[in-house]
Nanobody
Framework: QVRLVESGGGSVQSGGSLRLSCAASGYDVSSNCMGWFRRAPGKEREGVGVIDSTGTTNYADFAKGRFTISRDNARSTVYLQMDSLKPEDEAMYYC??????????????????????WGQGTQVTVSS
């Protein structure tokens, strides 16, 4: 049974940083595509970025240059490092896992329908 558990969310001031973690069990993070998504109140879910089985990452335009996805295979954990946070980054952040090594992206952002496994989310709050 695949289980994804996010952690690391919290409150931070504008310009600050947070590192989100996604711990996977029953799943091989090293050989599959994993993605990060977010949903702000009143807005649709949007893709943040992905890391594929080769370690290649892709990011949505808003995340480029500020967010970094990495992976620790030994810990079965994927990370989302978020720097220079803005109030508009405030959202619930979710990690998701695919069943294949490659990732499909549109303008750098992952597609939610590609991911059958989802975590419960972790809240990020950014104050101005």
């Amino acid at each position: 049974q695949v289980r994804l558990v996010e952690s690391g969310g919290g409150s931070v001031q504008s310009g600050g940083s947070l590192r989100l973690s996604c711990a996977a069990s029953g799943y091989d993070v090293s050989s599959n595509c994993m993605g990060w998504f977010r949903r702000a109140p009143g807005k649709e879910r949007e893709g943040v970025g992905v890391i594929d089985s080769t370690g290649t990452t892709n990011y949505a335009d808003f995340a480029k240059g500020r967010f970094t996805i990495s992976r620790d295979n030994a810990r079965s954990t994927v990370y989302l490092q978020m720097d220079s946070l803005k109030p508009e980054d405030e959202a619930m952040y979710y990690c998701a896992a695919a069943r294949r090594g490659g990732c499909t992206v549109v303008n750098g952002a992952p597609i939610a329908s590609d991911f059958p496994y989802w975590g419960q989310g972790t809240q990020v709050t950014v104050s101005s």
